[in-house]
């Protein structure tokens, strides 16, 4: 059984930084892409950032581009972002999930991804 927990998500303040963490199991890991993703209340959810099963290709949303970075450790089975930067604008509940395939696309469609976590929140004050 596939599983995959977020962890990581916090409150902070304008300007601030958090890393989100995410591990999945179930699966073979490095074989596979991984994604971020954010949901706001009211919003529709949104692709942050995915990359490669081996983390050599990544993509970013215009909105993230610069502040965010995706990186994964194949060995721990463990996929991050560092949220550097972060703006009130960026609070949502974070998601990951894994894609059944080895490379993601730049269009972050969640529609490509097959096992979701349940997230975790991210909440930054003015």
């Known amino acids: 059984q596939v599983r995959v927990v977020e962890s990581g998500g916090g409150l902070v303040q304008a300007g601030g930084s958090l890393r989100l963490s995410c591990t999945a199991s179930g699966l073979t890991f490095d074989d596979y892409a991984m994604g971020w993703f954010r949901q706001a209340p009211g919003k529709e959810r949104e692709g942050v950032s995915c990359?490669?099963?081996?983390?050599?290709?990544?993509y970013y949303a215009d909105s993230v581009k610069g502040r965010f970075t995706i990186s994964r450790d194949n060995v721990k089975n463990t996929l991050y972002l560092q949220m550097n930067s972060l703006k009130p604008e960026d609070t949502a509940m974070y998601s990951c999930?894994?894609?059944?395939?080895?490379?993601?696309?730049?269009?972050?469609?969640?529609?490509?991804?097959?096992?979701w976590g349940q997230g975790t929140q991210v909440t930054v004050s003015s």
């Open positions: 999930a894994a894609n059944l395939r080895t490379h993601c696309s730049a269009s972050l469609s969640p529609y490509e991804y097959n096992y």
């Open positions: 990359l490669s099963w081996s983390g050599a290709t990544t």
